[in-house]
């Protein structure tokens, strides 16, 4: 999925249609890192729940730089879909 090189994967946890893994870029200075990869689909009730609990681990979780996708389902039966990186933060 990534090259081993760049990316050393230390936890991956699921929830609601979302997924989180956290890790390390290693780039010239290694950076914590977690990576929200969220399958929003159904009712806008679902997307908020799956939001608010993104939002919970946000919280709970202490690593600086997230980088959150989304993916946008492409035809009525969702077979294939585009990710979209919606944001990559730094908390202060």
């Known amino acids: 999925m990534w090259r081993k090189s760049c990316f050393h ?3 991956v946890s699921n929830g609601s249609n ?3 893994i956290e890790g390390e870029w290693r780039l010239e200075d290694p950076i914590q ?7 929003n ?3 806008v ?5 799956i939001w608010e609990e993104v939002r919970v681990k946000r919280l709970m979780i202490n690593t ?5 996708g989304i993916l946008i389902p492409s ?7 585009m ?10």
């Open 9 to 11: 994967l230390s936890t």
């Open 18 to 20: 979302y997924s989180i």
């Open 33 to 39: 890192t977690v990576v929200v990869n969220i399958y």
């Open 41 to 43: 689909t159904g009712s």
């Open 45 to 49: 009730l679902e997307k908020k729940a």
């Open 64 to 68: 600086k730089v997230w980088c959150v």
């Open 75 to 81: 035809g009525a039966q969702a077979r294939g879909g």
């Open 83 to 92: 990710w979209v990186v919606t944001s990559i933060t730094k908390a202060r």
